[in-house]
């Protein structure tokens, strides 16, 4: 009965050990806002497939520089269309594996007791001494304030006031802590913090389009087991995620 016993166990271990050498660990590149809900999706993931999601989260141009110079990378989720094009144009994207997932807005944010500003075009007053947004070199948050701060004819007023953050996460905690009057960020960003308020959220058609899309790297280590993780990004239980954490989920996206 011993060795009976013995002998079950030895199998069951070498099952277990089976089952861990055949899960993936997909390497996932993905934007600084996609932080808090990728977090949750990955989760469930692991649990359903056995597999192991790291990400690799910064500004999507930083994240982008890093493939192009050769990081591993199974996915890119990137914040903006741009930075996807420079890679599809250079042949780092796996050709029909991009989609479109999610959308976004952008919103002004100050400290929740402060009431500078009102409305974009406080920004120039003379009371509002520093406003911070991404980088627009490498961040696309930054990339669309900019844009819309342009398109609105508030920038020359406000551009020696710009404080450029490394991500909107970073501009967000420049705004928390008092150390700018107000920021620029993403609608979604705004609603993680109990110590920023919205004074403003740019209606659809006044900015530009936000959208995340997301692929295949080229040469990915794991790319059958990424392939897998970007279907279940496009379905209905990471959709219902990303809703409940503010973003708008793209027609076709969720199955």
């Not at 993936?24 to 192991?52: C, H, M, N, R, W």
């Not at 920021?183 to 959220?201: H, N, P």
Request: charged share 20%; with cysteine.
């Amino acid at each position: 009965m011993k060795r009976l016993i013995g002998s079950i166990l030895a199998c069951a271990a070498l099952v277990c050990l089976q089952t861990a050498s055949l899960a993936a660990q997909v390497t996932v590149f993905a934007a600084a806002s996609l932080t808090d809900s990728l977090q949750e999706i990955a989760g469930a993931y692991e649990k359903a497939s056995g597999d192991k999601i790291v990400f690799n989260i910064a500004a999507s141009g930083v994240l982008a520089r890093q493939i192009e110079e050769g990081a591993p990378a199974d996915l890119f989720f990137s914040a903006d269309e741009a930075r996807a094009d420079a890679l599809e144009t250079n042949g780092l994207l796996v050709k029909g594996t991009r989609t479109n997932l999610l959308a976004n807005s952008l919103v002004i944010v100050t400290a929740a007791d402060s009431a500078t500003v009102r409305s974009p075009g406080d920004l120039t007053n003379a009371a509002v001494q520093r406003v911070a947004l991404g980088d627009p070199k490498t961040v696309p948050a930054g990339t669309y304030a900019k844009a819309y701060l342009e398109k609105s004819g508030l920038w020359p007023g406000i551009e020696a006031k710009i404080v450029p953050c490394e991500s909107v996460r970073s501009v967000l905690a420049a705004v928390e802590s008092g150390n700018v009057d107000a920021g620029l960020v993403y609608k979604t960003d705004a609603a993680i913090s109990k110590k920023v308020r919205v004074v403003f959220e740019v209606p659809p058609g006044k900015g530009p389009p936000i959208t995340y899309p997301a692929a295949l790297v080229k040469d990915a280590p794991q790319a059958e087991a990424a392939k897998k993780f970007l279907d279940y990004l496009a379905g209905s239980e990471a959709g219902a995620v990303f809703v409940r954490h503010g973003f708008v989920v793209l027609s076709g996206a969720a199955k």
